[in-house]
């Protein structure tokens, strides 16, 4: 009879994960991620390193080009830096993908979850729920509720959720339905454990990677979303700045200050840029069918 | 050991110190390291090995399709007076399948599921550009009634998932013997089907070797096959031949330590009774049980009806084995699954200490889960690859009420009970290997202290060795603790060793239920006997 000396295999650590060597050695998933960080940096640090705030007005330099008169990014037509407005606007456009992202995601994975483990009656309501979301154009459910909602970032936030969970529910239903009928779901039941136990904790676990993927492209999306709709003035209001209606505000003045539609837009490229790497390597670091060295 | 008196030309197929690199961070440095082996004209050479031994990774280097991730270090391989290893990528090609020819384990994923089966095997004629259209169709349906199989014209016609797995595996066949090669490689051809199909595919894989004079290298794990095809055998362990010789010596005097241990851990048909165990206290009462799966294809679709279990009846009594064997699709496992409540049955009585607990719902069932407790099949997929195996083991009785420092402390007792150690408890399961893993699964099935066990092919995924040790350790524990198990298996040997009863199943229904000496010495039923004589290697 063996005994205890049977040898077990060498624990891995974090940095040595076959997934995480795979998403470290992905040329463009590195620049996604270095792209938000600095992004996030500069929006989040910055502001105390700029000699101005982003209502200060100097009167003497409105419109001022890029490098003036120490306005790293120049002046609106008020004066107002727009250095300071841009990282403070992308503190909140940042913060609108963010939470957006996580809500939607709470909210897809639980009705995911649900009816892809009890199926029946209950997943074909729950689906069906998503297929009638889905059937309304995101943009203008968008723009009709920011008509009749007041538009707080915490308002545009909770739409911006609201119109963008479905993919991730359907994507979780897929997976779960899968995961479901593995002998290790089986062995649970077998051992009596409770329905959310089941759903929770042993295959919520084992679903987690195309979740984290559609996360992070969700991010990228609401972060475009709000910019669109505060663009189109429905969003976030003035004086809040937000990167959309940054753009708003600029495009009177495209000919006599084009830095000022140009400073915002590169933020917003550099934003979803970036996220979308960063999902397109997490895709590919995590899909274990993807089995590149 | 090799024959130096062999003339050269003898041999079809020579490897020479072969040795294939494996990628960093392996367990080993080698696949397979510095092999030599012979293949002689008009031979069946198996080479057999546990899983890890290198056996395939041989294979996969003589037909040139080794994945990217190993490397060829130094060797020859010597076919038709050339070093294959030395030869362009394009002369390979052309030698693939013409001289050298291979057929794979599992015939359902080497075959197109969007090709006729027709279609597939003419595929290879006409990319190595024999022939012509209306010769091609001849040759094609002369190969299929040369496989076996029935009304060839139709059988050209058909899509690989019309076939069963064995008709599958004759059509791989035949697509390998399509171009006449010189040597026919197979890659554990019979693993993937059941042991009446099995026996057949033997037959006609000896049949056509000795027709048509052709080599051939038979890859597998199972002595029992070994002893029924094999002219010559080499025996390999972590890459390395550690015995080669005729089939009678290495099988009746095996001279290397790990072919004896190999051998003495193949399962045989046990001679001796089972003691009588019928006056014990009957645990389990099945009475009439039926499950029947409904599938609709599309709309109107017709219904497919199975009857997966059909009215089965049986009596477990305490510190009984009842071994349940049938070929896959006999509903064996269905019924452990019904039995278990992971499926609803839809009519008759599982009758539990004297309670039905067949029309329960999940709810009242739940405090007598514990009662009774199932093994899987698959190590792999029993355990929750993101939880701690404490974790696994422990969330059950914790949800039953157990206090949590005492679930650890059981559960740590059971780790080094099953010969794992406490320090398995923090790991996570893509720590072990195959055995261990079983071993875990054992372990966590008696955390309830439970009455009966199932144990559904527990030990079909393990190799010979350490299904022999993890055997011995369900057959400890049992009588330790004095449980009813019944026992689903696909392998009769098996189940002759442990089992005190043996239920034989067909397309759902019970076709004979006696002691073990009735079933495999004198079976009563006609489908009992011939699954008997399908038993690969009876005489060894």
Redesign the interface.
């Known amino acids: 009879m063996s005994t205890a000396s049977l040898p077990l295999a060498p624990k891995t650590g974090f940095w040595h994960n076959r997934a995480v060597k795979r998403f470290r050695s992905n040329l463009l998933a590195k620049i996604g991620l270095f792209m938000v960080v600095a992004l996030t940096l500069a929006c989040f640090v910055g502001p105390y390193l700029l000699p101005y705030d982003e209502l200060f007005i100097d009167v003497r330099n409105r419109f001022a080009p890029p490098l003036t008169g120490g306005h790293i990014f120049g002046t609106d037509p008020l004066g107002r830096d727009i250095a300071a407005r841009l990282f403070h606007a992308g503190q909140i456009s940042l913060m609108v993908g963010f939470m957006a992202m996580i809500i939607s995601t709470v909210i897809g994975t639980v009705v995911g979850v649900v009816a892809g483990y009890r199926g029946g009656w209950i997943g074909a309501v729950l689906m069906r729920l998503v297929d009638a979301f889905l059937a309304f154009p995101a943009i203008f459910l968008l723009l009709v509720l920011a008509a009749f909602i007041k538009p707080s970032p915490l308002m545009i936030t909770f739409i911006i959720a609201i119109t963008s969970w479905m993919e991730v529910a359907r994507i979780v239903e897929a997976e779960v339905k899968t995961v479901r009928e593995r002998d290790y779901v089986m062995a649970a039941r077998s051992l009596g454990l409770s329905s959310s136990w089941i759903m929770f904790r042993e295959i919520l676990p084992n679903v987690i990677a195309p979740i984290v993927v559609a996360a992070t492209l969700t991010v990228a999306r609401s972060i475009l979303m709000e910019a669109y709709v505060s663009f189109l003035g429905y969003g976030i209001q003035a004086p809040t700045p937000s990167w959309g209606n940054m753009l708003n505000g600029a495009q009177q003045y495209l000919i006599q200050a084009p830095w000022m539609a140009i400073v915002p837009g590169l933020a917003i490229t550099i934003a979803v840029t970036g996220f979308n790497f960063i999902g397109d390597g997490l895709r590919d670091a995590l899909d274990v069918r993807s089995q590149k060295k | 050991m090799t024959d130096l008196n062999q003339l050269p030309n003898d041999n079809v197929l020579s490897v020479k110190a072969l040795s294939v690199r494996l ?1 960093k961070g392996m367990e080993r440095s080698h696949a397979v390291q510095e092999i030599s082996l012979e293949l002689k004209r008009g031979e069946i050479l198996c080479i057999v090995g546990e899983s890890g031994s290198g056996k395939s990774v041989t294979a996969s280097t003589v037909m040139g399709l080794l994945p990217d ?1 190993m490397v060829v270090e130094r060797g020859q391989i010597h076919f038709g007076g050339r070093d294959l290893l030395q030869l362009p990528e394009k002369e390979r090609r052309a030698l693939r399948g013409r001289a050298i020819a291979m057929v794979f384990q599992d015939p359902l994923s080497a075959l197109n599921p969007l090709m006729t089966v027709g279609d597939q095997i003419e595929e290879v004629l006409i990319n190595h550009k024999i022939g012509d259209p209306a010769s091609r169709r001849a040759k094609v349906l002369s190969l299929l009634g040369e496989v076996g199989l029935p009304d060839p014209a139709l059988m050209a016609k058909q899509y690989p998932f019309r076939l069963s797995g064995g008709q599958r595996q004759r059509v791989m066949i035949a697509i390998a013997l399509a171009l006449d090669p010189d040597v026919l490689i197979a890659d554990e051809p019979t693993t993937a089907l059941d042991v009446t199909v099995q026996a057949q595919i033997l037959e006609l894989i000896k049949d056509l070797q000795r027709k048509k004079g052709a080599s051939v290298m038979f890859i597998t794990h199972d002595f029992g096959v070994v002893a029924d095809i094999a002219d010559r055998v080499i025996v390999m362990e972590k890459g390395r031949v550690v015995e080669e010789g005729t089939a009678r010596e290495v099988l009746g005097n095996p001279a290397h330590p790990y072919t004896q241990k190999l051998i003495a851990a193949v399962p045989r048909l046990r001679e001796t009774a089972a003691e009588d165990k019928a006056e014990a206290a009957p645990i389990l009462q099945v009475k009439n049980l039926q499950k029947t799966y409904r599938s609709k294809s599309g709309l109107w679709g017709q219904e497919r009806v199975v009857k997966a279990v059909d009215d089965i009846s049986f009596t477990l009594r305490r510190g009984e084995t009842l071994g349940v064997v049938g070929e896959s699709g006999s509903g064996k496992s269905s019924m452990g ?1 019904v039995l ?1 409540k ?1 499926i609803e049955a839809d009519a008759g009585a599982i009758l539990l200490d004297g309670q039905d607990i067949r029309p329960m719902t999940e709810a009242q069932f ?2 007598l ?2 009662k ?3 093994i ?3 190590p792999f ?7 701690s195996i404490g974790t ?1 083991m422990t ?2 009785p914790i ?2 009420g157990m206090d949590r420092a005492q679930a650890q402390t059981t559960a740590i007792a059971l780790l ?1 009970r099953v ?6 408890f923090d ?1 996570y399961p ?3 290997s195959g055995g ?1 893993r079983q071993r875990i ?1 054992i372990a ?1 099935a008696l955390m ?1 202290e439970p009455e009966i066990i199932i144990a559904d092919e527990a030990v079909s995924a393990l190799d010979v060795s350490i299904q022999a ?1 993890v055997l ?2 369900l057959a ?1 524990i049992q009588a330790e603790r004095h449980l009813a198990m019944i026992f689903i298996t696909h392998d009769l040997r098996v189940a002759s060793q442990i089992c005190d009863q043996v239920l034989v199943m067909n397309k759902g229904r019970v076709v004979e239920l006696g002691p073990p000496m009735q079933i495999f010495r004198n079976p009563q039923e006609a489908y009992s006997r011939q699954l008997v004589e399908a038993i690969p290697g009876k005489s060894f």
């Open positions: 990628p991730a699954k278990m992971l739940r405090p889960r514990p009774m407790q199932m899987f099949q698959d997929a029993s355990l929750n690859p993101r939880l696994s969330v059950g949800a039953h080094e010969g794992l150690g406490r320090a398995a790991r893509h720590e072990f261990q699964g966590r309830f040790q011995q350790l400890e």
